[in-house]
């Protein structure tokens, strides 16, 4: 375990080191998405599939028992009332009994929603392990609840099981598990006036596939051998043809000709053109090898010889994760189906490539005009050996490998789920491939392919929380990306061209979407009819051409920032990119290290000077440097004096605090302004006390500390007694005034042991008989009082044995205190007496 661990760190270092994990260029938190558009419904979740419909201008979403028609140009308009496919009680009832989980598994996970032709579209669910399909009427999207037809072997049982399927001719091509426990997996065509077909159960065909994507590629349209059209299925599955002891799941691509009929005797309604290969995505030279394909995207062409295929791998080592995308051609694939076979040697008990000569016609083959001219019209028409061949050899010996052996894209750390590519071309003329790639934690990232290399633009958080991105479809037409997870859907433009503020910065971000307008100074969509006032430079990102065009000054506006000496300084320079690189210069020269005072911290993105003197005085400046290029970025006029003239400006101010420090400016000024009200009412108390008035009245309400329990039930200690009560400065100043501390509660009559007056004031005084020296402390009705904890003193100077004892006194208290505890509410600084 330990050299496994070692093994993948020494591998992902390689990759950082080579410069495979490519770093997105900008990264965009939730909050800093804009043009944004959001939809989700209340009770609904797993927005898994997407239908786009550019000439209705319609998005139709298969979510959790909810079909939906939104408006493609903003999502949050429902076009029709939804579609509400619920499973029945008694269905899913019969799900949890066959032991699935009600609360995930039992209900209708739509599956599959796609065109079927002109009138209709076909949708099918799992309908809590009992798929069914059924036919919605577009022009009132409403679901035909008559016809509902049986689902098995055009959706999976699973809702979270691999399926993929394709509406090609009327015809339904499913790739899915044809039963309940999910052990037989079938690729069969089905619906509509066509043979039903599908593969045989056998391992060597298929063994524990998870199928990602299927495709329709026209190769019959101007062929010169009178070829047949190819459906293409990606997926994974365990691999037999390794060694047994080394249990292998790799990624796969298989094939079958639209016009199989299967054969007369053998592989009747079977498949007899279906073939499959090893798809590799790997870096041979770090021995980095990416065998689950997750997600496939088929970009096409001006023919389908330029048909392109684009999937995403993942990979792990150990807990880390890395992801690829490679891509693959059409041409490629073929080469490898024209090319030898694999078969199982029984005496070597090994997989080899089959060495014998071939049966003819070729197996696994179309029906082309070689066939016609032999006289074979159709595959019921092939020979038996053709036939038993094909069946026992769908394995090819060769694997595709990816365009230029090796993967265009990798990234650690990462789970990329979804992939979608748009070929667009730059004002230079020049096609460029964009991809769109969703991850496993809520993020879109947007990537370049630039021929040997890969730019990647952006990663955008378009989740708030850290669902995958389930699903992803985009509106080349209307400019429009759509993507999709289990909480709620996200319309996002192609390109938001506006994050980039400055010509620098646009054409750095090497977007094709996006050009540096001259004219109006901004950056904006590329629009070949504007070329000549638009800059653009997506291959080599020349920021000399904004040189050229701008006499811009490379100064930053410079804050003003004073301190005091001693301090430590903090000057944050926020970069324009993840690219980028700090500059800092010092009075215009470049900044060196001044011994250990002054360092730039990677994770603060800051510089530090630490105990700055009167040598640090200074203009300080920040650039953001990326490929040559230098734009300001932050600067700073840093003053150093012996007494700051304002302590707050003792760091770095941020940009936007300005509210921020008149606020505390501000509440400084009040709290001052109440501690000299608070000082001047206690001198003013203090000086009546001092006067010894005997006309004052003295019934206050204060909260007061608890003395000792005595050993004898006096309120003050008799002369000759050697025990003393308290300390006497504890409750006397120095002068033999009383310390009095002031409360806020109600007060009662000292006379009365009812609750307090409805008329009392709290805080103030209430009208007692006269008092005379402050000798003595009373507790009048206390347990009847409805105050916080506060108890009302009454100063007087009565003779001692006409006063309660100190006990009666500590008994009435502790009752109090048992009675405040139990209040749930009560708040323990204010139930202390």
């Known amino acids: 375990m330990i050299l496994r661990w070692f093994y993948a760190v020494v591998l992902l270092l390689r990759v950082a080191v080579t410069g495979w994990s490519l770093m997105p260029r900008k990264t965009v938190r939730y909050s800093g998405v804009t043009d944004v558009r959001r939809f989700w419904r209340p009770g609904t979740s797993h927005y898994m599939t997407l239908t786009l419909d550019d000439n209705r201008g319609a998005l139709y979403v298969g979510a959790r028992e909810v079909l939906l028609s939104l408006d493609m140009y903003n999502i949050a308009k429902e076009l029709r009332p939804a579609i509400v496919w619920e499973t ?4 899913k009832a019969e799900c949890v009994q066959k032991g699935k989980n009600n609360q995930t598994e039992c209900f209708n996970y739509i599956r599959f929603l796609q065109e079927y032709n002109e009138t209709h579209l076909i949708t099918c669910g799992t ?14 999207f409403t679901l035909d609840r008559v016809n509902v037809e049986d689902g098995k072997g055009k959706c999976p049982y699973d809702p979270f099981k691999g399926h993929t399927g394709l509406i090609v001719d009327g015809a339904l091509y499913s790739a899915t598990m044809n039963n309940f426990l999910g052990t037989e997996p079938v690729i069969q065509r089905n619906v509509g006036q066509h043979y039903n077909m599908k593969t045989e159960y056998l391992a060597s065909w298929l063994n524990e596939p998870n199928f990602v994507g299927s495709s329709h590629i026209p190769e019959s349209e101007n062929s010169d051998f009178g070829d047949d059209d190819k459906i293409y299925f990606f997926f994974t599955e365990r691999a037999l043809e390794y060694d047994c002891y080394s249990e292998q799941v790799v990624s796969r691509v298989a094939r079958v000709c639209k016009g199989d009929l299967g054969g007369a005797r053998t592989l009747q309604r079977k498949w007899t053109s279906f073939l499959k290969a090893r798809l590799v995505c790997s870096i041979p030279e770090l021995h980095l090898h990416f065998n689950l394909i997750q997600s496939v995207f088929t970009l096409r062409g001006d023919n389908w010889r330029s048909t392109q295929f684009f999937a995403i791998f993942q990979a792990r080592w150990g807990d880390v994760a890395v992801s690829a995308v490679c891509q693959y051609s059409i041409q490629d694939i073929q080469r490898v189906f024209d090319g030898p076979y694999k078969e199982y040697r029984e005496q070597a008990q090994k997989w080899g490539r089959y060495s014998d000569p071939v049966p003819s016609p070729r197996p696994g083959s179309c029906i082309t005009d070689w066939h016609r001219r032999h006289r074979v019209f159709s595959s019921l028409e092939l020979p038996d050996n053709t036939l038993n061949f094909a069946k026992k050899h769908p394995l090819m010996d060769e694997s595709v490998l990816p365009v230029r052996g090796r993967p265009l894209l990798v990234r650690k750390g990462a789970n990329f789920t979804q992939l979608a590519v748009h070929r667009v071309t730059g004002l230079d003329g020049k096609p460029y491939d964009v991809m769109f790639i969703g991850t496993g934690d809520g993020w879109l990232n947007k990537a370049v392919s630039l021929g040997a290399d890969v730019h990647v633009i952006e990663e955008l958080q378009v989740f708030d929380k850290s669902h995958p991105v389930q699903s992803l479809v985009l509106s080349p037409r209307k400019g429009l990306v759509f993507t999709g997870s289990i909480s709620e859907l996200v319309q996002l433009p192609l390109a938001d061209c506006s994050k980039y503020r400055s010509c620098d910065d646009c054409l750095l971000a090497r977007d094709p979407f996006c050009a540096w307008n001259l004219n109006s100074s901004r950056c904006v969509h590329a629009d070949e009819r504007y070329r000549s006032v638009l800059l653009q430079d997506v291959q080599s990102s020349d920021t000399s051409l904004c040189e050229v065009h701008y006499l811009k000054s490379v100064k930053p506006l410079l804050k003003n920032l004073t301190v005091a000496i001693g301090t430590n300084v903090v000057l944050p320079c926020q970069l324009t990119s993840n690219l980028a690189q700090p500059s800092w210069t010092f009075n215009g020269r470049e900044l060196g290290q001044e011994g250990d005072s002054v360092l730039f911290d990677v994770t603060l993105q800051a510089l530090v000077i630490l105990g700055v003197g009167p040598h640090h005085s200074g203009s300080y400046c920040c650039f953001s440097v990326e490929h040559g290029t230098r734009m300001a970025a932050e600067g700073y006029k840093l003053s150093v004096v012996a007494a700051p003239s304002l302590s707050l400006e003792s760091h770095a101010p941020m940009d936007g605090l300005g509210l921020v420090w008149m606020m505390v400016i501000a509440l400084g000024a009040v709290c001052l302004a109440l501690f000299l009200a608070v000082v001047y009412l206690r001198r003013k108390l203090r000086d009546e006390l001092e ?25 003050l200690p008799s002369a000759d007694s050697d025990e003393k009560l308290w300390d006497p400065s504890s409750f006397y100043y120095s002068d033999g005034s009383l310390k009095i501390v002031p409360g806020h509660a109600l007060c009662q009559n000292s006379t009365s042991s009812s609750s307090p007056s409805g008329n009392g004031i709290p805080g103030q005084p209430l009208p007692s008989p006269p008092l005379h020296s402050p000798t003595c402390m009373h507790l009048a009705g206390v347990r009847g009082s409805n105050s916080n904890g506060y108890i009302r003193l009454t100063l007087g100077g009565g003779a001692l044995e006409e006063r309660p004892a100190l006990g009666e006194l500590n008994e009435e208290l502790r009752w109090k205190l048992k009675q405040r505890q139990a209040l749930p509410d009560s708040n323990p600084e204010e139930s202390s007496v």
Not at 88 to 91: E, F, M, R
Not at 695 to 703: C, D, K
Request: glycine content about 4%.
């Open 88 to 91: 029945p009680g008694d269905k």
């Open 127 to 140: 309908y809590a392990f009992q798929p069914k399909c059924a036919y919605i009427e577009v022009s009132t």
């Open 691 to 715: 006067k010894g008035s005997k006309s004052m009245e003295s019934t206050l309400v204060y909260p007061i500390q608890l003395p000792t329990q005595p050993k004898t039930p006096k309120c």
